[in-house]
């Protein structure tokens, strides 16, 4: 019974690792644009994807779908008239070395295949720079709507990764070679390396994200447009630059937590849809605004989800889901909304 | 000037060329409606949507039956293919058999790759009175056969496959299994057949555990499995979630024999788990052992040339069970037609009605799925020669001999 017991604990422990680093996206994300991310999970399915073709040594289309985008806009910036010409050469510098080095890193890693972190690179680049890509094309033109809005804008940006994602690498799945092979047994449990690497970058991630947040004057502007966007906006933080790196933390969290399960569950196109839900479920204990809570949630769904398939496979998923009726019934009663913003 | 002279000579080369083509046809037309009749066999294939993967693997097979049989002249009727994709979806494929009933006036419809399409066109091929194959392997597609006078198909069924699995698991001494499946319609239509198999073969089934296919943790089902003190458990998926429940058996130190269904039987399954499916015993088709069955087998000389003409086409090791699907339709439509009791004319209905008469004649004819004894009760035909077991050695599918 104690084997049971501790095999389903380290492996609600890690699944609720990779949620967690979802969740943590969906929060930045949400509190600086106020974006419900649907399309949260695809980052996790993108990331997984671009990794494993980068390993495997081919160069991907999506480095270069991304590197177009990236030029295409920094093309409509120059465009911009009221520019000066000092400011039109930093622009020019700043994306020339972005888009470089969005390519060069697939580059290398089509040069050097079987090479993990040149893979892991490449893949980061391209996704995190598609999170801002994104930013840029769905959100900041609607930046002004309604929650609501912005929340089926998300769905529609859901639909075109998951499309996208078929097109580039087909419906196969892929297996992907873990960061280190082999695991440790903790008396009769057998932990592969790989759970401890997600558990270990989950709790990182989270450390760093604090450090982050509360220690340097960007992560303290982000903050601040969370509190209020218009009075940062007053106090001369750049917003738009705010919801880029938002997004760009999200889809970057989101990417590492799809490459490092990818060797678990192998990396294919539709993995990543129930993650960013499983996710959301978590986020949405701390409202999907604060972190220590959130934390909370993912062991929460972590563990309900695995002892709920040892107890009754069949309604695992229901019983997940379900729990977000108590979680939202719960914050209404401890934090009524307040009629913020507007 | 220049231009001018460009569309003059356009022009004279356009009216050449017409006037060829029609005194070619004028000559061509009533030669061949002397001498041959076409048999019209309308192909129609999910190529795109979500049974792609299925479908393209069909679609080659029957690229290959065209560039093989429509330019044969050692026949006394010609072969002519319509090929159509109906993007897995079922309206399309009703509306691509309208077309082909009613333009193409193809004698036989070829279709579909998935179960919904196949069940979609039924009403239409019975009112028709055309004969229809389809590719999918539900076996409510043709039965009960009085229902659906016109239908038949190729792949075996989960029952045949089963059968010969569970008997084999009795031979081995093992009386209770647990099965472990996907929540879909594929897992729970192998559930569904699982139970009365089991019964009749005297096997307990004492668990049973879900997955789904996007699922990331599959240890907390395996350590129920483990628990139940079982002899062996049947997983019923595809991977790649055949292999994580496999490899999250072993994982929590689950050491019976781990049997999976024929779903697992494609080389996906051993691709992306290696080693670790290592001595799995897999419910297979005969074109995945081809090269092992006993020379004896009426199978081995079709399978054998089948193989070696796809792999001829689209390179070594390509050859897929799906390919061996539309493969078998096609050929017994053209067995059918070669096998009429009437003699062949121009008559469509009435050459619909005969080729549905033979089709219930079939007896002994080995195909790639297995060897086929179509009777007017029976709109599959298969029997348990065309299922076989085989271990996982080496990365290989390797035949259990029995």
Redesign the interface.
Known sequence: MFDTLLFLLVDGITNGAVYGLVALSLIVIYTVTRVVNIAQGEYVTLGALSFSSALSGSFNLFSWLVAGGLAAFALLDLADRRLLSSVRIRILLIRSVWIAGVLLTAFAAHKFPGSYWLAVLAALAATVSLGTLTYRLTVEPVSGASPIVLLIVSVGVYMVFHGVAVLIWGAEPQSVPPVVDGGVSLGPVFITYQSLWICGFAVLAMAGLYMFSERTLIGQALQATAVNRVGAQLCGIPVRFAGQLSFAIGAGFSAVSGLLLAPLITANYDMGFPIGLKGFVAAALGGIVEYPTALVGVVLVGLTESFSAFQISAFRDVIVFLMVIPILLWRNAVRPPEAHEH | MTKTVTRGRIATSLCGFISASSIALACAQPGFAQDKPELRIAAIVSVTGAA??LGAPERSAVELFDKTWSTRTDLPFKVKVISYDDGSDPTKAVSLTRKAIEEDKAHVVVCCTTTPSSMAILDTVKAAKITMISMASNAAIVEPASERPFTFKTPTSDKLMLQRTLNYMKRQGIKKIGFFGL?DAYGEGGLKELQPVAKEVGIELAAT?????????F???A??LK?AGLDAVYIHAI??SA??AHEALK???YTGPIYHGAGSSIN?FV????ANVEGAIVGVGALNVYDQIATDNPLRPVLAKFAELYDGAYGKGKVDLFAGQSWDAMLLAVNAYQHMAEAKTDDLAATRIAIKNAMEQTREWPGVNGVFNVTPTDHLGLDKRSTFLSQIKGGRFVLIEE
Not at chain 2, 209 to 217: L, P, S
Not at chain 2, 271 to 274: E, G, L, P
């Open positions: 792609s993967a929540e555990e879900r997955f789904a296919r996007q699922d990331t943790n240890t907390p089902q350590l129920r628990q991977p790649p292999d994580l994982r929590v130190g996906a691709d992306i788990a290696k």
